[in-house]
């Protein structure tokens, strides 16, 4: 007997970039919107047998930290024109997808509203249809490569993951009915070896990798000290880099300085925190202090331009 398989799709749409972090199947996630008023997001997952593909489409910028479990190999794409993105500084293709590391932690930065598609199959499952259907080798590259497609498998594959996402939504339970399904997963897992049995990676440079790492080691310095506010000089002695380098590193991954960064994370866990507390048990003095702001008039000031209301306001409002 085989094994029998799991089938599941889902449709959600999301009210912040907090209950949007829900949405990634494979991968922990961190969002922060980079633009003031409201963020919203909407998902389309469906699972195959060994398959998942998602969508995902976003309203406006935001800087993302994602980390993908190890087991499985990855690949997102833009399934449509829309802002440019970038993943650890590197554009995305328009025409082309990336192929991602095993176990790949990344930042993701977009300048707009998104569109963009994942697909991934169990690492194993990846290098055995690429052995079977193009003879080639499609286990996880040891850097993250933005590969170019011939133009007409791009094509099929943007073709297939839109009518599998349009299924999820208009008919459910035909994307989910075994037969339907097994197609479908047969379809898509050809034309994604066929987009990267016959690739033209774009090889990335000595400095960019030098760069990737300096910013995980950033990273993990964060999460190393999520209940204290830190500087710039302590973080630059932590991970034994200049500050004009890091400054360099964060332009490149963040668009921003590690300055404005750390202010920008700092204000939006603070706003998790008030959504979350009760404004009987606590005030707007006590949660900006936790999370380093001394200066209240400069805190609701800050926290003002970027969520368009006063902290007041999040801390009284009756939680969705």
């Not at 959504?275 to 949660?287: C, G, L, N």
Request: include cysteine.
């Amino acid at each position: 007997m085989g094994r029998k398989p799991v089938l599941s799709s889902s449709v959600q749409r999301y009210p912040d970039a907090e209950r949007y972090e829900t949405a990634f199947v494979g991968a922990r996630v961190e969002v922060l919107p980079t633009q003031r008023g409201a963020f919203t997001a909407r998902s389309v997952r469906v699972v195959f047998n060994r398959l998942w593909i998602a969508l995902g489409e976003e309203s406006g910028p935001c800087i993302k930290h994602l980390t993908q479990v190890p087991m499985r190999a990855f690949i997102t794409f833009l399934t449509r024109p829309g802002s440019e993105v970038l993943i650890d500084g590197l554009a995305m293709p328009p025409a082309g997808v990336m192929r991602h590391s095993p176990a790949h932690t990344y930042h993701e930065r977009s300048t707009g509203a998104t569109f963009r598609g994942a697909m991934s199959l169990p690492v194993e499952d990846m290098a055995e249809a690429g052995d079977a259907i193009a003879g080639c080798d499609l286990t996880p590259p040891r850097d993250t490569l933005r590969v170019t497609p011939p133009i007409a498998a791009m094509a099929k594959l943007l073709r297939l993951h839109a009518e599998a996402s349009a299924l999820a939504e208009a008919q459910p339970a035909v994307v989910t009915d075994p037969e339907v399904a097994r197609s479908l997963e047969q379809s898509l897992v050809e034309a994604v070896v066929k987009c990267l049995g016959d690739p033209k990676p774009n090889e990335e440079t000595w400095a960019h990798r030098c760069h990737e790492t300096i910013m995980r080691r950033f990273r993990r310095v964060l999460e190393e000290n999520p209940d204290r506010p830190l500087y710039i000089p302590e973080i630059c002695a932590a991970i034994s880099v200049p500050e004009r380098t890091l400054r360099l590193c964060c332009h490149e991954h963040l668009g921003m300085s590690p300055k404005k960064y750390l202010l920008l994370r700092r204000i939006s866990l603070a706003q998790r925190a008030l959504r979350t507390a009760s404004p009987d048990a606590m005030t707007v003095t006590e949660i900006a202090t936790q999370f380093g702001f001394w200066h209240f008039g400069r805190f609701s000031a800050a926290y003002r331009s970027v969520f368009g209301e006063l902290p007041s306001v999040t801390l009284n409002r009756t939680p969705n």
